[in-house]
């Protein structure tokens, strides 16, 4: 069993529908983040959290550290807004080094 | 202000080649510095990570190794390649501050090796 497990795999959505996006893991850890991968590859920094909720224009991320659980929310979907979204975790003890999640491929319609 | 530079974006290798893929920071000083693989169909895997100039450890036993030659420099290579070397490399970096949990990543390499 992986540690850090995400849902779904995958998503489909239409233009302007919310979208939840699931992380859950098993060990404890200091950090959690979520990532954006284009189909170029480049991944770019969403969030990192430690505990509570982040805002970033129709972005939203929570933690519940007690329920070890993160969720990536997007409302008002857009195609640009189709990608890789990608968990991962800094395990606690281990500074920087990051344990990922498979990755969630949402596409977005028109 | 901080930035990753990373090359080749992409790169389709023969087996039994050679690779050197090299990744640089630039806007800070004593980074820890990572590269990580991902093979297809599965998640970003650390492959080795360095806290300092020559200090480099590995994460799984691979036909791959590294090296840092100065500060802000990490090269990922290879003496030959396998098929199963194909697959998307990420450097990445962090501050060596106590506690951060700050993660900053490069732009990616896709390797194929035919």
């Known amino acids: 069993k992986n540690e850090v497990e995400q849902s779904p795999q995958n998503l489909t959505a239409q233009e302007g529908e919310f979208i939840t996006i699931n992380c859950s893991y098993s060990?404890?850890?200091?950090?959690l983040h979520w990532l954006q991968q284009h189909p170029g590859g480049g991944i770019v920094s969403l969030f990192m959290?430690?505990?509570g909720k982040k805002k970033h224009g129709r972005l939203i991320a929570t933690i519940n550290i007690q329920e070890k659980h993160s969720s990536l929310h997007i409302t008002a979907s857009h195609p640009r807004d189709s990608a890789v979204y990608i968990c991962?975790?800094?395990?606690?003890?281990?500074?920087?080094?990051?344990?990922f999640g498979t990755g969630t491929r949402l596409q977005v319609t028109l | 202000s901080q930035t990753i530079h990373q090359w080749p974006a992409t790169l389709v290798q023969p087996v039994g080649s050679p690779l050197s893929l090299e990744c640089t920071v630039e806007?800070?000083?004593?980074?820890?510095l990572y590269w990580y693989r991902q093979a297809a169909g599965r998640g970003l895997q650390l492959l080795f990570y360095?806290?300092?100039?020559?200090?480099i450890s590995s994460e799984v036993p691979q036909n791959l190794s590294a090296s840092r030659p100065q500060d802000r420099q990490f090269i990922l290579s290879s003496k030959k390649l396998l098929l199963s070397d194909s697959g998307f490399y990420l450097c990445?970096?962090?501050?060596?501050?106590?506690?951060?949990?700050?993660?900053?990543f490069g732009q990616g390499t896709r390797l194929t090796v035919v």
């Open positions: 060990v404890g850890i200091s950090a």
């Open positions: 990445a970096w962090s501050p060596r501050r106590t506690g951060s949990t700050e993660a900053f």
């Open positions: 806007g800070t000083s004593n980074p820890n």
């Open positions: 360095s806290v300092g100039i020559g200090q």
């Open positions: 959290l430690s505990s």
């Open positions: 991962a975790v800094s395990l606690t003890g281990t500074a920087s080094k990051l344990t």
